[in-house]
């Protein structure tokens, strides 16, 4: 890019572009040549304030963050991408621990993979998400009430007792996806299956985690819930309208 411009760069046509946050270039480098065999346009970033400036003056279709960098910590480079966009974002660790995990999905994040990972497995979960971004079946536009909960799926709204949620991009399709069912049960490989993907390679407590901060913010109570009941051994029910 010429130096002073200022507009936005849209991606090539066909070639998803992906935003690679990773200061190291023993693994940046290898992976970026990776992507690229693989059809996909990758544009790397070594430090937070790069990423965040890619961001403003490019378009991405998917961005992978790892957490360590060498100005700033990765959760806040996510937080800020998320503040502008529903961009899927995938968050490289090289720690594992849940806490890191919950974390970092709780603020916005798609999903993390812990370092060393494969490159195959890291590139099939950005082709499985992409496909399920660009070709999932629309949201039925009808808004949908269940008690002092109102969700807009074409609005892609939810408010409760007339005030609007902040959910994340993945809390709202768990939302629209439950009560799309209200009253009845949805297993969790049928939530896996339409939230995420088909060919999920995560671990299902990304579920659990996800369930868990959208009840606290539905103000449920885990032992008394109001509108997200675990059906144990088989998945969740949104209560009935």
Same mark, same amino acid.
């Not at 970092?104 to 499985?128: C, M, N, Q, T, W």
């Given at each position: 890019?010429?130096?002073? *411009?200022?507009?936005?760069?849209? +991606?090539?046509? &066909?070639?998803?572009? $992906? !935003?690679?946050?990773?200061?190291?270039?023993? $693994?940046?480098?290898?992976?970026?040549?990776?992507?690229?065999?693989?059809?996909?346009?990758?544009?790397?970033?070594?430090?937070?304030?790069?990423? =965040?400036?890619?961001?403003?003056?490019?378009?991405?279709?998917?961005? @992978?963050?790892? =957490?360590?960098?060498?100005?700033?910590? &990765?959760?806040?480079?996510?937080?800020? =991408?998320?503040?502008?966009?529903?961009?899927? $974002?995938?968050? @490289?660790?090289?720690?594992?621990?849940?806490?890191?995990?919950?974390?970092? !999905?709780?603020?916005?994040?798609?999903? *993390?993979?812990?370092?060393?990972?494969?490159?195959?497995?890291?590139?099939?979960?950005?082709?499985?998400?992409?496909?399920?971004? &660009?070709?999932?079946? +629309?949201?039925?536009?009808?808004?949908?009430?269940?008690?002092?909960?109102?969700?807009?799926? &074409?609005?892609?709204?939810?408010?409760?007792?007339?005030?609007?949620?902040?959910?994340?991009?993945?809390?709202?399709?768990?939302?629209?996806?439950?009560?799309?069912?209200?009253?009845?049960?949805?297993?969790?490989?049928?939530?896996?299956?339409?939230?995420?993907?088909?060919?999920? *390679?995560?671990?299902?407590?990304? @579920?659990?985690?996800?369930?868990?901060?959208?009840?606290?913010? !539905?103000?449920?109570?885990?032992?008394? +819930?109001? *509108?997200?009941?675990?059906?144990?051994?088989?998945?969740?029910?949104?209560?009935?309208?």
């Amino acid at each position: 890019m010429e130096a002073g *411009y200022s507009g936005i760069v849209e +991606p090539a046509a &066909g070639r998803p572009r $992906i !935003l690679f946050v990773e200061d190291e270039r023993s $693994i940046s480098e290898p992976f970026a040549k990776a992507l690229a065999r693989e059809g996909f346009e990758p544009v790397t970033a070594f430090t937070a304030a790069e990423a =965040l400036a890619l961001a403003e003056r490019m378009e991405f279709d998917f961005v @992978l963050l790892d =957490l360590n960098l060498p100005d700033g910590d &990765g959760r806040d480079v996510c937080r800020e =991408l998320r503040r502008k966009s529903e961009v899927p $974002i995938l968050m @490289l660790t090289a720690r594992g621990t849940e806490m890191d995990r919950v974390v970092g !999905l709780e603020l916005g994040a798609d999903d *993390y993979v812990v370092k060393p990972f494969s490159s195959a497995e890291v590139i099939a979960r950005i082709r499985a998400v992409l496909r399920r971004t &660009g070709n999932g079946p +629309p949201a039925p536009a009808a808004p949908q009430t269940i008690g002092e909960l109102t969700v807009d799926p &074409g609005a892609r709204q939810a408010s409760l007792a007339g005030e609007e949620l902040d959910l994340t991009r993945r809390e709202f399709d768990l939302l629209v996806r439950l009560a799309r069912d209200a009253g009845n049960v949805v297993t969790r490989e049928e939530l896996l299956s339409s939230v995420w993907d088909e060919n999920w *390679y995560g671990s299902t407590k990304t @579920l659990d985690v996800h369930v868990g901060t959208l009840r606290r913010k !539905l103000g449920d109570e885990a032992e008394s +819930p109001t *509108y997200i009941h675990t059906v144990r051994g088989v998945g969740f029910r949104m209560a009935a309208p």
